[in-house]
């Protein structure tokens, strides 16, 4: 029984993850999660007290799966390599649903401290991310000696401000420029 309720549960967070990526965490009510799943309301109530509860819940699970993907993803490459893998793919070459999702967090962020708590911590682990990064190159010898906090803090600046400016304005030519001014700005301080 435990089982097919940490299943019913995964599920929840899995349909109410659907539908922020389709309409925005703003628009979604209880009542689209339970017609996802077909279940009635009050089985979301069993497992989590509140609306808030269920939001960051399920914002934390997905948020932190991505994280684990690219990881795995930039783990096993040269730092270099693992470098503008990170870079690329982190930058958004459209507004799509991930970076919908991203920014409806942020913006229930600057009016609500437990929406502030979770991207604070999902930013921490993402610079955590880019920091061992740059800490597998300094130890290998292919980038140089550098305060490593302060050069993470810059470079996730400078991909946060650049993704804002892309999901705008997605055009090709724009995010060639973003990809170059960030690949030069890597190069000078690394």
């Known amino acids: 029984m435990k089982e097919k309720g940490a299943e019913l549960k995964v ?3 899995d349909a109410a993850i659907t539908l922020f990526t389709e309409k925005g965490i703003e628009k979604v009510t209880t009542r689209d999660v339970t017609e996802l799943v077909g279940i009635a309301r009050s089985h979301i109530y069993h497992y989590f ?3 808030q509860t269920l939001c960051l819940n399920a914002l934390s699970r997905f948020m932190g799966t991505e994280l684990e993907a690219y990881a795995r993803k930039t783990a096993p490459l040269p730092p270099e390599q693992a470098m503008t893998v990170f870079i690329e793919d982190y930058l958004p070459d459209r507004a799509d649903a991930i970076w919908e999702l991203y920014g409806s967090l942020w913006r229930l962020a600057v009016h609500n401290k437990a929406y ?18 740059i800490d597998r190159g300094v130890r290998s010898g292919v980038f140089r000696e550098i305060n490593i906090p302060r050069v993470t803090r810059q470079i996730s600046a400078l991909l946060n401000g650049y993704s804002d400016q892309l ?16 690949q030069a700005f890597v190069k000078l301080v690394l």
């Open 11 to 13: 599920k929840i967070l």
């Open 49 to 51: 007290p509140d609306w």
């Open 116 to 133: 502030a708590d979770l991207a604070l911590e999902m930013t921490e682990k993402w610079d955590a991310l880019l920091a061992g990064i």
């Open 167 to 182: 999901i705008i304005d997605s055009a090709p030519l724009a995010r060639e420029q973003v990809l170059d001014d960030i």
